[in-house]
């Protein structure tokens, strides 16, 4: 079948529900490029959503897997322990953002570990009640469905979900009323935590904290815009939980491995979580997914009510281990540094030149995990394939992709964001900067 005609195939066959940014066939993916069936090579600054950390087919964790693969594929975890995960857990230990996370659980993607910690604090607390952020994304089983908040096409349709989730505001201050009518006086650099009191009068009016389990929250909003919290809101959230005796779950599911520029984004605010949940870079592309917690929460479950056939596949352990290893050896974060700073700058011009400064409201985001908002009048209207904004993010999207840079778009708001591999070079940073620059003096134009 010819080329065109097998992304037709898919585009009959696969299910619909997916929804898809480009209908090409991937052949190959080598570092921060993938090629498809046509032989056409692009950037791809998705990471497949923030996941190939370390770019595609990283040499060392292909041949870490590769080598497992040979050894031993499936250890079942309700049968015994493997040493790739034992082995993993030595390598992640030393870089949790707190030491008393020292107790691990592997599953398989994270929406799995998200209803991991759940489990985890319902079980603790004997407290069944959630309080998740709005905006927040958390997967889209039956029960991660309840907890996210970011776009109502995650929902819609499949209800009844899970009981006793309720959702308090995150401190989005590009899009804050409160922000927005102070004549520039509140912002990032000035918040009024207004989310903080909210998050206290939830407690008191809609979840009393004698039935709340776990406050659960992405450190860096991911789905919801990749919104970073201004300094102050964590640890606020974190006395809230202390006072009321509810646990702190942090979900660094798209944050955590080098995402942000530290290898968890808590660290930046140095607070603690009780529980944290992994996925995404932990194994550069091999579905492992994890939560961590002290041992004191975690000895609290009873044997066998964790686990999951495929639960920290071996394989899988084995090229977290490779992962742990690449970014010390190869100073990933160093990189990270570096290839913000040139991205920020290109998104900055952007912001100052008159071509193309009126289209932009905001820039912001952490190491590699960038989000640029552009203006729109009201709320942006949704596409209804799949709700995402349809005016100037996707129109500068299409052109990326035009010009073979794949980006995404996240939120309900007018914004594009960078996800590229962790390793990206310079030079392909230049590129993509290049195609991005183009695309957005094109949208200028011609609106
Ligand atoms: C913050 C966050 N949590 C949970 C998930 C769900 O992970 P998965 O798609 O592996 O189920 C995602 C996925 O994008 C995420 O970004």
Redesign the pocket.
């Not at 993607?109 to 799995?112: H, K, L, N, Q």
């Given at each position: 079948m010819a080329a065109a005609a097998r992304a037709a195939y898919g585009v009959q066959h696969v299910a619909k529900g997916i929804g898809r940014l480009a209908n090409v066939v991937l052949t190959k993916g080598q570092g921060s490029y993938v090629w498809t069936n046509e032989g056409r090579k692009m950037l791809d600054f998705t990471a497949g959503?923030g996941v190939v950390n370390l770019g595609h087919c990283h040499p060392k964790v292909t041949e870490a897997a590769q080598s497992q693969l040979g050894n031993l594929v499936h250890a079942q975890a309700n049968i015994a322990m493997h040493e790739p995960m034992l082995s993993l857990i030595d390598h992640l230990k030393p870089v949790m953002p707190h030491p008393s996370l020292d107790t691990f659980f592997f599953w398989n993607?994270?929406?799995?570990a998200?209803e991991a910690a759940i489990k985890l604090a319902r079980m603790a607390t004997r407290r069944q009640n959630v309080i998740v952020m709005q905006g927040s994304?958390?997967?889209r089983t039956i029960g991660t469905m309840a907890l996210t908040k970011s776009k109502t096409v995650y929902g819609a349709g499949f209800a009844p979900f899970m009981p006793g989730v309720f959702a308090s505001p995150f401190p989005y201050c590009t899009q804050c009323a409160v922000a927005g009518a102070s004549g520039g006086k509140l912002g990032f650099d000035n918040c009024c935590m207004d989310p903080v009191h909210e998050l206290q009068v939830l407690l008191k009016q809609q979840s009393t904290p004698a039935d709340t389990a776990a406050v659960l929250i992405?450190p860096v909003l991911?789905?919801g815009g990749y919104v970073v919290p201004p300094a102050g809101f964590l640890a606020a959230v974190r006395k809230v939980c202390d006072d009321n005796g509810i646990l702190l779950i942090l979900?660094e599911?798209?944050s955590g491995f080098g995402r942000t520029g530290r290898y968890f984004a808590a660290e930046y605010w140095g607070v603690r979580p009780d529980i944290m949940?992994m996925?995404?870079g932990i194994a550069n592309g091999l579905p492992l997914?994890g939560i961590v917690s002290r041992k004191e929460l975690m000895d609290k479950q009873n044997p066998g009510s964790m686990g999951g056939t495929y639960g920290g596949n071996a394989v899988a352990c084995a090229a977290g281990v490779a992962c742990a290893q690449v970014m010390k050896e190869e100073k990933v974060l160093d990189n990270v540094a570096a290839r913000s700073k040139q991205l920020l700058e290109t998104l900055h011009g952007l912001k100052a030149s008159p071509k193309t400064g009126h289209l932009i409201k905001d820039i912001r985001g952490l190491g590699l995990m960038i989000g640029l908002e552009f203006n729109s009048p009201s709320f942006p209207t949704l596409t209804p394939q799949s709700n995402v904004p349809a005016g100037i993010a996707s129109k500068v999207q299409a052109k990326c992709l035009q010009n073979d840079l794949l980006t995404l778009t996240t939120s309900i708001y007018e914004t594009i964001r960078f996800i590229p591999p962790l390793t990206v070079s310079e030079e392909e940073m230049r590129v993509g900067c290049e195609i991005l620059t183009q695309a957005v003096e094109d949208v200028a134009r011609e609106t």
């Open positions: 959503i993607s994270g929406a799995e998200v994304y958390h997967g992405e991911g789905e979900d599911v798209q949940v996925a995404k997914s």
